[in-house]
Each structure stands twice: as C-alpha cells, then as structure tokens.
C-alpha cells in the first residue's frame, strides 16, 4: 500500500460547485498535515495545515480524521482560479521525513 | 512569512557540465531542507533531506554522487548536478521549514535543461 494515496483526477467542475478531494495515508504515526496548491510549472504554496478540530480558512475547509487515516480538503463556491493541483503533505519520523500525495488535478470550467 | 529562495530558475546546459542550485531561507534559519524534481507531467520525488552540519539523506534510486548535496550553514543548501545528461532535465525544487512541525517552505524552482 503507498504512504499516501490520493486521487489524481481531474476533476471537472463547473464554476459555483463545491468539490472534495480525499488524501489517505498509512502512517498512524504520520504527526503534521498540509495542504498545498501547486499551478503548472511552479512550485507548490501552502494553501493551509488541517488539524483535527479543522481548519477553515474562506471556501477553504481541511479536515484531518485520525481514526481513518484520511484528511480532506473542500473547496466550496469554485472559482476559476482554483483550477490547479492540490497536494497532501505529511511530516512523520520526528518531522524528518516528508511525503506526498500525488495531487489531485482540479479544473473549475465557466 | 518564511521566505525561501532559490537560484538560479532557469539554467540550459550542455551535456557533461555540472550544475549548482542554491536554496537558502532568507528569514529563517532551517535546520533541516529536502531536495526534489519533478518531470512534467509527473508528482514532486523526494531526492534527499539535507540537515545542516551533515550528511543528507538521499532517497532509493537517487544516485548521491551525481547529485551533491552541501547544507554548510542554517540558511544556505546547495544541490550540484554533476555530469548532466539530457536526462536530467527536470524541474528541481527546494523546501525548508524553520520549525519541526511547521509547514514546508518552497522555493521557486529551477528548471534544468541539458542539452
């Protein structure tokens, strides 16, 4: 099983809909969690950290659960300028070793 | 917020040259940066977690003699390509973090053409 599994897409969604990616990991032990957004040949930005209690921040919501290893990430209201990639990040080991999702390639149409 | 910065983001080289990539952050000192490529179309691949004061960490199938990595102070990495072949043409990125569990810091990437 891989240490982090996450769906690439694409998800194609119309401008206005609300749209949830899913990034499931196997480390129980995995200790801090992010999001990041990433737009084509650029590098990738924090969009947000997700915690158990949640993080909103916006049209943005991550939720982190523990007892089924996944964390999720909600866009609501889509924008086209949320077309982009959206990566999981996982700090484990002490906060030594870093992994990631594949990202999930999202693409909000007019 | 943490800054990182990365050098130079765009370099063409011919084949059998080296290259050098620097990566410091500008308002933080980071104990610890992780190196990565990514091939178009494809997901970042963790190359190798550089601690300052040591040997990085290189990931399976990361080849440490082509790529050398230096972490001589709390703000500067460097990652050398050496004898570069068109095969290494890649999108190279930086990250650090200025804290254990905050979050990863990237820095603008270098696009590595070799010709």
């Known amino acids: 099983r891989k240490e982090v599994e996450q769906d690439p897409g694409p998800f194609n969604v119309p401008e206005g809909a609300t749209v949830a990616f899913n990034c499931t990991y196997s480390n129980s032990a995995s200790q801090s969690f992010f999001w990041y957004r990433q737009d084509c040949r650029k590098e990738p930005k924090l969009l947000m950290s997700?915690?158990?209690s949640g993080n909103e921040d916006g049209r943005f919501t991550a939720q982190l659960n523990r007892a089924s290893q996944y964390i999720s990430l909600l866009i609501r209201d889509s924008k086209l300028s949320d077309s982009a990639t959206y990566l999981c990040v996982l700090l484990s080991g002490g906060y030594q070793k870093v992994t990631f999702g594949i990202g999930t390639k999202l693409q909000v149409i007019p | 917020g943490a800054v990182v910065s990365q050098h130079p983001s765009r370099v063409i080289c011919k084949s059998g040259t080296s290259v050098k990539i620097e990566c410091r952050s500008l308002d933080f000192q980071a104990t610890t940066m992780f190196w990565y490529r990514q091939f178009p179309k494809q997901s970042l691949m963790l190359m190798a977690t550089?601690?300052?004061?040591?040997?990085?960490?290189?990931e399976q199938g990361v080849e440490k003699d082509k790529f050398l990595i230096n972490h001589a102070s709390l703000t500067l990495s460097t990652l050398t390509v050496t004898s570069a072949h068109p095969e290494d043409s890649s999108f190279y990125i930086c990250?650090?973090?200025?804290?254990?569990?905050?979050?990863?810091?990237f820095g603008n990437g270098t696009r590595l053409t070799v010709t």
């Open positions: 550089s601690n300052e004061g040591s040997k990085a960490t290189y």
């Open positions: 997700v915690y158990s």
């Open positions: 990250s650090a973090r200025d804290r254990n569990n905050s979050p990863l810091h």
